[in-house]
């Protein structure tokens, strides 16, 4: 499903303002909305949700590598603004992009001339090969396997939400 992220915000405004909570705070409305997003991977979203915390590291990450296919299909969840502001904020030459996806904003930080690292729980299928110039590692955020300090810049966007711990 391709949705901008303008419009993806606006349905979101809409479902936590205007829907009432006894609608939308129903597991049932939860289930149908999953179902119309996420089709025959739907199964798979319950059920993550329902046992999140009892996964193993592999597991976590199987689900994040079995799902990539339903994502909204947009190569990023910022916006251009958002994107300038942090190009702005860069500081020093190296930056590690915690969360980053499908790579949008670490290939974008690497055409700008600087050397970044991009690691997420699941990397994307072609990633490599899409942003060469960046390095991949694939890492649950809790637990980077990179040295204090080894980066000037950390940046981590729409991925709270992804973090068990």
């Excluded at 909305?33 to 319950?46: C, E, G, V």
Aim: glycine share 6%; net charge negative.
């Amino acid at each position: 499903m391709k949705l901008s992220r303008e419009l993806n915000l606006g349905l979101n405004w809409i479902l936590n303002e205007l829907l009432p909570p006894f609608v939308r705070d129903r597991r049932w409305f939860g289930a149908f909305i999953t179902r119309l997003l996420y089709k025959d991977k739907a199964p798979i979203y319950m059920a993550f949700h329902e046992r999140v915390y009892e996964m193993s590291d592999a597991e976590f990450a199987n689900v994040y590598r079995d799902i990539q296919s339903t994502a909204l299909a947009r190569p990023t969840d910022l916006n251009n603004a958002s994107i300038a502001l942090i190009r702005e904020h860069i500081v020093g030459p190296s930056v590690l992009e915690v969360g980053c996806g499908r790579g949008h904003l670490a290939g974008i930080l690497a055409k700008d001339g600087h050397h970044v690292a991009g690691c997420d729980v699941a990397l994307a299928d072609g990633l490599v090969e899409k942003f060469p110039q960046v390095t991949f590692t694939q890492s649950p955020a809790e637990s980077l396997p990179f040295a204090n300090g080894a980066f000037d810049t950390v940046v981590s966007t729409h991925m709270l939400e992804h973090v068990r711990d």
